[in-house]
């Protein structure tokens, strides 16, 4: 293990494992055959090109994707390890060479897809040669229960018997039981070791809000991510075209991607968009399955996802890099008809009845006024206990006073009562506001005593409120149609035996209000990192590579925060290790110096950057609650009492000093400490950890002390290591 370590250090330039995967590449040295479940994002590479680095033999991946395996060749290759492929794609000439080099054991890591396994030649040449480890990238294409099976996956079963000295693992993202049984099976997976990590992806900002202008809400959504890579996810191929023409108009750099074009065209706008040429992807489901690309920093889904799976699929695309990514899910009730109306194609009644459930839930996650951690996660079937996670809209949102709401309920339902309980809460709503649409007048409904009179709210507030409706059970909403009825608790309310109690939220006209900033890394010079960025994009494209090939975001975050201005300060930015110093560290030092002392930054001085990058967010961000509270319990105000007087919980205070203190700002930590319940001799343990591994994510520590410590806890402990480490 310490050669692991050491090789997660130089080759990689990585600091520390992640969750699991120190454990899994023990299993895999062992020679124990390994399943491994992870997110997408979570690092199941290294699992396996670590023990590749350190057996003797060579180490076969196979991989359903030529493009996904491109991308992964080189980036190894940039490492400096000794990687091939062999494929259909390559030239005669390539191939050869290739295969020689294999043949000659001058490669560590070999990538296949899986029906090149099933030509001759290279079936005699891996059995010419030492074969320590088989790896089945993408194991549950082998299922079919899975959401993506490949015929070809089919013959994997006898590879593994046919070289029973060499490991076998099998990794993948889909965390259903019964995929995991067909490839344990399938692969003939040795009592394997099985590795299940959690799901919880901390950098993803989950967001939704009711959708009321869409085309204006994505644009807004876009003009809050300038300059960055997104996806955005639409319901039909129409709409991606139409969307894709109407953002390039406005001059957003976008390109479409859909079934009904062709593979050529499809692939060349993938290329663009992993080379950063073109910074948003308008997309069906289609998209993303081949994608390795580590800045993806936002997801927009524009239509109801079908079900919780797709949705955690597509948002998790983004992040790959571990630094913040904003979903952000456009909701409304008229989506839920359009899904409906292709399920009920289905001729199944199974699987028609199974396609609804898994909507229903969907709707469930969209409709959620708690943490949307708990919904998401839980249908995983893994629990999480956490109340409150800081990183989506939910725990975002200022608590406010529940209020009387009961004479809205009741013009509400005196609506849905008058025009027949047979219409969805758009409608409703278009009549109690009085609107002049065809609809209303076909049906007359302008003469009904309710038409108007629902002036004193605006149309989202009286979204939001029907949710609560449906949710308090006054109104049932049928699940094929989305319209809405009376229920038994209807007539109490109408009657005015009965009382409704609930929020009434302020007309809220963009996300801006939500945005948190988390993790130290945020704060960088961000000129700096347009430069690093530019001169990577020039490299790459000489060598005609994508560009995080070269420095991933993250790293480039990095030095423009830390400013390293020798070799060995490079070194220790994450992400750079022995390879890529020698490569790229001189071109990078170069111009790091250059600006630094164009800039007048002499040495690292961390307290006055961060003072100045709190500066330039200022700016952008009209929110200064987290500084009123700051500086408020700076002056000795309690978190309690600072909780009562904003009538928040106090864990919404913790979060707004947290990020005041990462803006810079020194904290007085005596008053954080009165708050952490674990006894103070233990604090020191938890500072090891962070230095040990790093202070951007809590949950491989919350693991570390086998979830014994609260994550308040947590949070507090980080709020004072890094008061007193910057
Ligand atoms: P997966 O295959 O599980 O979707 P990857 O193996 O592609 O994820 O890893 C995602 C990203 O995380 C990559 O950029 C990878 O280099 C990075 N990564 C993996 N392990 C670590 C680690 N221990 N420390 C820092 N970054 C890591
Ligand atoms: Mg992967
Ligand atoms: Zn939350």
New binding site residues.
Partial sequence: MDKAQNI?KVV?G?????PL?KEIIQNVLNKKDTLVI?????????CYQIPALIFEGLTVVISPLISLMKDQVEQLKQLGIKTALLNSSLSQYDYKINFENVKNQKVKLLYLAPESLMKNDIADLLKSIRLDCITV?EAHCISEWGHDFRKEYRQLGNLRNSFPSAVCIG?T?TATPRVQEDIIKNLNLATPGKFLASFNRENLFLNVIPKRDAFQQAVDFLNDHKNQSGIIYCFSRKQVDNLHDDLSYLGFSTKPYHAGMTDEERNKNQDLFIKDEVQIIIATIAFGMGI?K?NVRFVLHYDLPKNIESYYQEIGRSG???LRSDCLLLFTYSDIAKINYFIDQKEDDKERLVAKAHLNAMIKYAESEICRRHPLINYFGESYQIDYCGMCDNCLVEEKEMTDITIPAQKFLSAVRRTGEVFGANYIIDVLLGEESDRIFHNGHQNLSVYGIGKELNKKQWQTLVHQFVRKEILIRDLEFGSLKLSQKSSNILLNKEKVLGFVRESQTSTKKLKLSKGKEETYDIELFELLRKKRKELADNKNIPP?VIF?DKTLIQMAADFPQSEKELLNI??VGKNKLENYGSIFLTLIKSYCTRKNISAKTPALQHTAASKLKLKNNSDLRHIIVGEAFNKGNSIDKLAEEYNVKSQTIITHIERYANEGNKIRTDGLKEKISLPEIEHKKVFEAFKEDGTSTLSNIFEKFNKEISYIDLHLLRIIYLNDHT
């Fill in positions: 997660l990689f990585y600091d520390s494992f992640r995967q992870m997110p997408t994002g979570g690092g199941k590479s290294l990238d990794l993202a390795n580590s790959r890099d571990g995080f991933s994450s992400g």
